[in-house]
């Protein structure tokens, strides 16, 4: 059976309980919070999808946060100023690379899964998919947060990673098509991060409901 979520306290605790479970990573948990409390408030509901009632023709991807969140020192400060990265054109990144991706693939994804579990990477992909009408599951590919992508189970298993799309908060939108393995998937997507001086979104893994 689907899971609702409906109120600020269920938000509160899925947040929560995403933080203590994913052992130290997987993103801010206050930005989180803040990105399904305002969906709450807008849409009235977060319906979470059982996997197995994800139809086996349907299309599924994940999405997911990647980069840095260290302060900026006065040298990027400056650095961002001289490349005119001074006024955010985006705040919620994964809709935006969901809705790449799709352009790129020429059709619709149905059902966005979490990568992990953390306080934004858990929380993000949710509301991403929410707030685009589409499912989401109630799970993750990987029981914790990890540091790189190679870690998560589709990885293990040998899904295809791309094509990956990355759209950061300035606007920037990127796509890679083809990679030679998921080890260059991964430094290849932080370095698209670092033009973002902090995080950028990104999609990967599209594979059938099956």
Known sequence: M??????????????RGVTFFSTGGGG????????LKETIEDIG???L?????LPDDVTVCTCFYMGSIAPRTPEVEARMKAMG?????????????????????GKTVDAIVPVELGGLNTSAPIDAAARLGKKVVDGDYAGRAVP?????????????????????????????????????????GKAISTVAFGLVGQTAFVMSGR
Do not use: Y
């Open 85 to 105: 990265l001074t006024t955010r054109e985006i705040e919620r990144v994964l809709p935006e690379t969901v809705k790449a991706l799709e352009r790129f693939l």
């Open 45 to 47: 509901e977060i319906e």
């Open 49 to 53: 999808a059982d996997v197995d009632e």
């Open 2 to 15: 689907p899971r609702l979520i409906r109120t600020v306290q269920e938000v509160e605790d899925l947040v």
């Open 148 to 188: 790189e992508i190679v870690q998560i189970t589709p990885s293990m298993a040998g899904k295809q990673l791309t094509p990956m799309a990355s759209v950061d908060e300035w606007g920037n939108v990127a796509f890679i098509e083809r990679v030679r393995n998921h080890e260059c998937a991964e430094a290849l």
């Open 28 to 35: 801010d948990p206050v930005k989180g919070l803040r990105f």
